[in-house]
């Protein structure tokens, strides 16, 4: 399945905020996951620790980015790169929505502040 119309796109909402996952184990791709987020105004993200890799090229909107204490804030065309191990949060102190283009590896995991692991789907 080398193609994935945006009609089957898959959607997730996790902490208010929605996933919408175009390639993954899923839905054919062996190797790399790809989805777009959308983040509501005034979002303040949940602090992860993730196990692989992530690049986030912000499409809209302005993001404020935080990896491993280093903080920016990130407008569309800018680009966050998010090493594996790194914590990692994502918020949107802005009056608009704002969105970002996501890449990792497959099998992509999170380590929440409580210990407690997440394998989101749109990752797998």
Do not use: K
């Not at 998010?82 to 990792?104: E, K, L, M, Q, Y």
């Amino acid at each position: 399945m080398p193609f994935v119309r945006s009609a089957d796109a898959v959607t997730h909402e996790v902490h208010g905020v929605r996933f919408v996952s175009y390639a993954n184990t899923a839905q054919g791709s062996s190797e790399l996951c790809a989805w777009r987020v959308e983040i509501p105004a005034g979002t303040i993200g949940v602090p992860h620790t993730v196990s692989r890799e992530e690049v986030l090229y912000v499409l809209s909107g302005s993001l404020r980015f935080s990896v491993d204490g280093d903080v920016a804030e990130l407008s569309a065309g800018d680009t966050g790169i998010v090493p594996a191990g790194a914590r990692f949060a994502i918020d949107n102190t802005g009056a608009h929505p704002a969105s970002a283009w996501v890449s990792t590896g497959t099998g992509l995991t999170a380590t929440l502040a409580d210990g407690s692991l997440m394998a989101p789907p749109w990752a797998a």
